[in-house]
């Protein structure tokens, strides 16, 4: 990866990328792997960005559908190689900001299904919801009623 | 007043902490690690398959009657075991202390040096397999009435004037001695197809990530 493409095409972005991974992760480790991931799948993918829709949105959906397919990957491989897995530290800090109502947004936003999860992370980023159906792949009249949906249980698990 | 969950969000990024990135120092270590292991699992568990295979064949043999295929058969499987027990042993002293490049290139001589073993040892097997098949069914079980001959028999019924060497058609003989050649000729070939059908997949990834890890490093 050239240091141009990751200052001018990753470094404004990783906000994104963090925020995302952030969500779909439990450990300091896995979000190092699956930042690590997506920034790499970025620049693998460069040449495939046709400009049809903008780097943003690229890279949200890039992201997610590569957070989604390691959490799948993670699953399966617990699944085959129980033994294998190894249980996270139950006394490992978590929290990974310093703002603990932030933490707490956090802790709430990964008890939603992992599909509510990007979709929940999108409308806090403020992407319209067209965008949003585009990258969920549904309607925007959908996407709507399961935002009020989400924020209404979000609500829930943070009172 | 309670805060609604956008202004969490907001305000929670507005602290310099919150959107630290990790440095991407570590970016090809998982991958290399877990690509060796997956092909080290592969590995082990084809060599116990075919070693199970090796152990069943001889008394199935026996039991079906062609303790001639059988038995040949497993003494080669338990020969191409041996020689990549040899290997096993090389690929476990591959230093993992070495960087992921270090570590990709080393496992990556060492697959060359695996298919081009097993390449040379295919120019081989594929015809011995072939000649057990033969025998196999010529001989028959052991102790029996050699199915071979009563061939032999109904063929001179059937063509009379056949020509014989050593009391077996010419025909027979001739097509033998073309099923033999042709299987040392793509042994090589059929050899590769059968490692590329079983650790192609694991070995694309591991082309595809050197390759970009000489990109990286350019």
Known sequence: MSSDFYTNS????SGIIIKICRAYTDSQEDFEDYYQEVCLQVWRTKDQFRGESKWSTWVYRLSLNICLTMIKKKKNNRQHSVSDYVVPDATEDNH???DESLNLLYDAIKQLSEIDRAVILLYL?????????????TSHNNIAVRITRIKERLKKILN | MEKSIETIWKEGFLKNDALVAPKLNNLYNQKSIHLVDKFKRMYRINWIAILVFAC???PISIFVKIPYMGIPMALMF??????NRKFSKKLNKIDTTENSYQYLMSFNSWVKELV????????????YIFLSLIAG???GGFGENIPGNEFVANFLIEFPNSYLVFGIPLVGILIFIIGVGLLAFFGGVIGKWDINL???????????LISEMEDLKK
């Open chain 2, 56 to 58: 069943v064949l001889i």
């Open chain 1, 10 to 13: 990753i470094v404004p972005y």
């Open chain 2, 198 to 208: 079983v650790y192609g997949g694991i070995l694309k990834k591991l082309a595809l």
């Open chain 2, 78 to 83: 338990f020969a191409v075991l041996f020689i």
């Open chain 1, 125 to 137: 980023e403020e992407r319209p919801y067209r965008e949003i159906g585009e990258i969920i792949g």
């Open chain 1, 96 to 98: 990974a900001f310093s």
């Open chain 2, 116 to 127: 081009q073993t097993n390449t040379k040892l295919s120019r081989i097997l594929y015809p």
């Open chain 2, 137 to 139: 069914f010529w001989f």
